[in-house]
């Protein structure tokens, strides 16, 4: 079941009246963790079978996920064979849905990996304005992908399933801000709970290697 428009945006109005684009919790969650990290109670079920599950929480017109990338890429292109690293751009805010359209669209093509660090460069470092979907999907035809054909996926069932599912997923795990990582379904970090970039790259690898003796 997909979720309509009047439900979608009721959900990420709920969102936006406690989201942080600062990567901020409250300062009570804050205060639970001295470790960087906050446990997700209950734990969410994980989509990966045998492996530990990384799971970051982004949206593409995010400054702090933007400077975010550049760490958390070096880091994916080193982590062990034992962790599945994952993405999810749920809509925690109506403004951010044409960015979450955009992404589940290019997974659902197959050309994420064509079009995810030029996307970030278009918005950050290019000032692109790229605010409708027509224009996101202009865009994806300069980089050689099938303009129409994703302007159409866009706004199919399978995207509209999928970013359903971010949001229920962002909600169980206390998702409020970006960027925030999952562990294994159990374990929440982001900059405010583990202080900086390597900081959270640190919980993440904590985290996963205790996860990984579980297996």
């Known amino acids: ?29 804050i205060a639970q963790s ?30 702090h996920c933007f400077a975010f990338e550049p760490s958390v890429n070096k880091w ?21 849905e044409v960015h979450s359209r955009t992404f589940y ?3 659902l093509m197959g050309v994420t990996d064509q079009m995810f660090d030029e996307m970030f460069n278009a918005i950050h470092v290019e000032r692109r304005r790229l605010r409708e979907a ?6 994806m035809g300069e980089l050689g992908i099938d303009a129409d054909m994703f302007r159409k996926t866009m706004d199919s069932f399978a995207v509209n399933t999928r970013m359903n599912q971010s949001m229920k997923m962002a909600a169980a795990s206390g998702i409020t801000g970006v960027p925030s990582v999952v562990i294994n379904g159990k374990y929440l970090t982001g900059g405010s709970l583990a202080g900086s970039h390597e900081g959270i790259l640190r919980v993440i690898d904590e985290r996963a290697a205790e996860e990984q003796k579980l297996l």
Do not use: H
């Open 134 to 139: 027509d224009k996101f999907a202009q865009f």
């Open 34 to 63: 001295g470790q960087g990290y906050r446990l997700i109670d209950p734990p969410q079920t994980t989509r990966t079978k045998g492996k530990v599950e990384v799971l970051e929480y982004f949206w593409f017109g995010c400054p």
């Open 1 to 29: 079941m997909t979720m309509n428009k009047r439900e979608f945006l009721k959900t990420g109005l709920q969102f936006a009246a406690t989201a942080s684009l600062g990567l901020s919790l409250a300062p009570s969650a």
């Open 76 to 96: 994916v292109a080193n982590k062990p064979d034992y962790v599945e690293f994952i993405r999810e751009a749920p809509p925690l805010n109506p403004a951010w």
């Open 105 to 107: 669209a290019a997974e």
